[in-house]
């Protein structure tokens, strides 16, 4: 697991330590994820993309599940220089069209 993923799953578990950027907050209303799966989710998640040297901060993209074990992408972060909050960048549903089955590879 890389270094910024197990920092954001500390963070996360420990209350007021996460931000919502409002990218995100669109986001999850477009389609129809709620804040709270997000974030119990993020335990479970599986990491797909690490960006420890992210010019705004280390962040990582991340494969969850919804209530319904449908797959969610989310982008996690952590301010430049900061070693708080965890930030859920952005959640989405993947595009099969653009990721393999499980979702773990970008189609080449």
Same mark, same amino acid.
């Given at each position: 697991?890389?270094?910024? !993923?197990?920092?954001?799953?500390?963070?996360?578990?420990?209350?007021?330590?996460?931000?919502?950027?409002?990218?995100?907050?669109?986001?999850?209303?477009?389609?129809? !994820?709620?804040?709270?799966?997000?974030?119990?989710?993020?335990?479970?998640?599986?990491?797909?993309?690490?960006?420890?040297?992210?010019?705004?901060?280390?962040?990582?993209?991340? !494969?969850?599940?919804?209530?319904?074990?449908?797959?969610?992408?989310?982008?996690?972060?952590?301010?430049?220089?900061?070693?708080?909050?965890?930030?859920?960048?952005?959640?989405?549903?993947?595009?099969?069209?653009?990721?393999?089955?499980?979702?773990?590879?970008?189609?080449?």
């Amino acid at each position: 697991m890389s270094n910024t !993923l197990e920092r954001i799953k500390r963070l996360v578990a420990q209350e007021g330590k996460i931000k919502i950027s409002e990218h995100g907050y669109d986001e999850l209303a477009n389609d129809d !994820l709620t804040a709270r799966e997000i974030i119990e989710g993020v335990v479970d998640s599986i990491l797909l993309e690490d960006y420890p040297d992210y010019p705004k901060g280390p962040c990582v993209l991340v !494969l969850q599940r919804d209530r319904n074990g449908d797959p969610i992408h989310a982008v996690w972060g952590i301010p430049k220089n900061h070693a708080q909050p965890a930030v859920l960048v952005t959640a989405y549903r993947p595009d099969p069209e653009l990721w393999d089955k499980e979702f773990m590879r970008r189609r080449q």
